[in-house]
């Protein structure tokens, strides 16, 4: 369901950032930030954290162990091969398959991640409040309802830090 | 005494972020130029020759080649080295570059992850057709099947490097569309026509560039780049393996899994060389992809050819200091001198001594020297791969099965196809994907180009 959002414009970095700051100072809540490029300050003042790290350490660790028990499933209690006399569970010959195996794992349970996390997958219905956040312009958003605070502050608020443009939006 | 100097805009020409979008859509925007149709129907006219050899080999057999008892690795082998070692180098760049926060990378790591992917398609090509019945190649899959089930020999470099070239191909390619996602939301934004907007609309994946998705954007380029410069050591070591665990003179040596990776990443960048130079002069990009990102990568290359030449020479230096009589005759009387000796100092002349030149400045500023020297990188590492593959096995070690290996128009063929089909995917991706990383390229943008418009 649409609601009614305020939308703050601005034409770069530095500005945004003063403008997320006003906001702050002033208790108006912000409901996102839309900027061409990451913005770290950006991130952490909407209090973001990803644990991106922590799930990709925990898929490497599984391919670890999953790919050398299937390594030592096919090699040593499957089908053991006899090449010319060498151990069936030859340890050192399967760790470049490890490694290797274990990246792939990771890149692609990462994407999943990604994708599941962000909500970015293909034909997604997406909501853009200002088309011009793609290319130059930072954008933030506020909720009417929960902001805090009426058009009319925010606006001010906004402007008195380098906003280009301020207007009220159904997103 | 030395003294640095402050380093200069990333980007020329006092853009903003509006011109910096529109600069880099526009030649997907723009009609398609003349001489990409000339270069198109060029590149199409070799892949179909390339196509056409290859249906000849799968129809007549591996006899068509010719490849023997003694040189059962000619043209294919040495092809998909030097495929892999010019692959290789996309994402050495843009990782390693990314890992070091070497922001200058912006420019260019987009043209060099796209090279990755084609060149590793092209060098997939090689090992499968050498099967001989390649309607068969998915027996190498390691999965449960009806011949035992017998599993593949996990002990097989050749086993490794079969599945280190499909993850190379699988995460480099995943690595490279992840990165193009945003610019995707930025042409869909931009997009003039429906069907346009429609298709790079879903090649966006609905993109908004929320704090939300730019967090998790960072946290996965991050996890992915880390992962991947493992990657990029791994994957030309293995190539190498191939080779070092054999007991062929020549091949039998520790030295190979550094020699091997930094010969492709010298290649690799020789290629991004000439690349840059081509999309800088032919799509005006010269403010993206300005005279230091060459100069950057021009002092790369002198510092990677100087470690050439130490391996060449160190390779050289451990058949004499070995006292190994056939390491010795493969080097001295087979590589330095005989019959195939103008590959090896062709080798050393393009690889090892040419490149020396870029030690100066006014070679290095020069966009047409540098476009040769590149070129000749690649030749020098070609004729690298054809000494090492075809002189240590034309003469091994039982002078009965010695003989010579020329290719017959059939290799030649499949060669020559492989770089139309690298030049198609190439001018693809000049049409229809933005060249250069738009959002990368506005995060470098200096804050005080900006504030100086207001």
Redesign the interface.
């Known amino acids: 369901m649409n609601t009614t959002h305020i939308i703050g414009v601005f034409?770069?970095?530095?500005d945004l950032l003063a403008g997320i700051e006003s906001a702050k100072s002033k208790n108006i809540t912000i409901d996102?930030?839309?900027?061409?490029?990451?913005?770290?300050e950006?991130?952490d003042?909407?209090g973001?954290?990803?644990r991106?790290?922590t799930a990709?350490f925990i898929y490497?660790f599984a391919a670890v162990v999953g790919v050398l028990s299937f390594?030592y499933y096919?090699?040593v209690i499957?089908?053991p091969?006899n090449?010319g006399g060498?151990p069936t569970n030859?340890f050192p010959?399967?760790i470049?398959?490890t490694?290797?195996?274990t990246?792939?794992s990771?890149?692609?349970l990462?994407?999943f991640?990604?994708?599941v996390?962000?909500?970015?997958?293909?034909?997604?219905?997406?909501?853009?409040p200002d088309?011009?956040?793609?290319?130059?312009?930072f954008i933030i958003l506020f909720d009417k309802k929960t902001a805090g605070a009426g058009f009319e502050a925010i606006s001010a608020a906004l402007k008195a830090n380098g906003a280009s443009e301020v207007y009220e939006k159904e997103v | 005494m030395y003294k640095a100097e402050v380093r200069g805009p990333l980007i020329l020409g006092n853009k903003d972020y509006g011109q910096i979008t529109r600069d880099i859509i526009a030649p997907i925007d723009n009609k398609t130029p003349g001489w990409w149709k000339v270069a198109m129907a060029i590149s199409v006219t070799l892949a179909s020759i390339g196509i056409f050899s290859l249906y000849y080999t799968v129809r007549y057999g591996l006899g068509t080649w010719a490849v023997n008892n003694s040189v059962a690795w000619g043209w294919e082998i040495i092809n998909f080295v030097w495929w892999i070692g010019i692959g290789h180098a996309g994402t050495a760049f843009s990782i390693f570059l990314l890992i070091l926060r070497q922001k200058w990378r912006t420019s260019i790591n987009r043209a060099a992850e796209a090279m990755t992917v084609f060149a590793v398609m092209c060098a997939a090509i090689f090992p499968a057709i050498h099967m001989g019945r390649v309607w068969l190649a998915f027996y190498i899959f390691p999965y449960p099947n009806t011949r035992g089930p017998l599993w593949v020999n996990f002990n097989s470099p050749l086993f490794w490097d079969f599945i280190a070239i499909s993850a190379y191909l699988l995460i480099s390619a995943s690595f490279w569309y992840f990165g193009m996602v945003p610019d995707f939301a930025s042409i869909r934004d931009k997009a003039k026509t429906k069907a346009k907007k429609a298709v790079y609309g879903m090649l966006a994946f609905g993109w908004t560039g929320s704090t939300k998705e730019w967090l998790r954007y960072e946290g996965l380029s991050y996890v992915l780049g880390g992962i991947a410069a493992v990657l990029v050591v791994s994957v030309h070591s293995i190539v190498s393996t191939d080779f070092a665990s054999s007991v062929i003179p020549g091949w039998h040596t520790t030295l190979f899994p550094p020699y091997f990776v930094v010969g492709a990443i010298f290649s690799g960048f020789a290629m991004v060389m000439t690349l840059m130079i081509v999309i800088r002069k032919y799509y005006h990009l010269e403010d993206y992809v300005t005279d230091s990102h060459l100069n950057a990568i021009a002092k790369i290359l002198v510092f990677v050819s100087l470690i050439m030449g130490t391996a060449y020479t160190t390779e050289v230096f451990m058949a004499w200091y070995s006292g190994n009589p056939y390491e010795m005759f493969t080097f001295f009387h087979n590589r330095l001198t005989g019959e195939y000796s103008f590959m090896f100092w062709a080798m050393v002349i393009c690889n090892a001594v040419i490149p020396q030149v870029m030690w100066s400045k006014k070679v290095r500023s020069n966009i047409t020297a540098l476009f040769i020297i590149s070129l000749i990188i690649n030749l020098g590492m070609w004729y690298e791969r054809f000494n090492i593959v075809v002189t240590s096995l034309s003469k091994d070690y039982l002078p009965s099965s010695w003989t010579t290996y020329s290719p017959t128009w059939v290799e030649i063929g499949i060669y020559i196809g492989t770089i139309g089909i690298f030049t198609i995917g190439v001018l693809f991706f000049f049409r229809f994907i933005p060249m250069i990383a738009i959002s990368e390229v506005k995060s470098v943008l200096k804050p005080t180009e900006i504030s100086e418009k207001h």
């Open positions: 034409d770069s970095k530095s996102e930030i839309y900027t061409p490029y990451p913005v770290m950006a991130i003042a909407m973001r954290k990803s991106f790290t990709a490497g390594l096919t090699s499957d089908w091969i090449y060498k030859a010959s399967f470049i398959i490694l290797v195996l990246i792939l990771i890149t692609i990462s994407l991640t990604f994708s996390r962000a909500k970015i997958y293909p034909g997604k219905k997406y909501i853009l088309e011009r956040s793609t290319d130059d312009k």
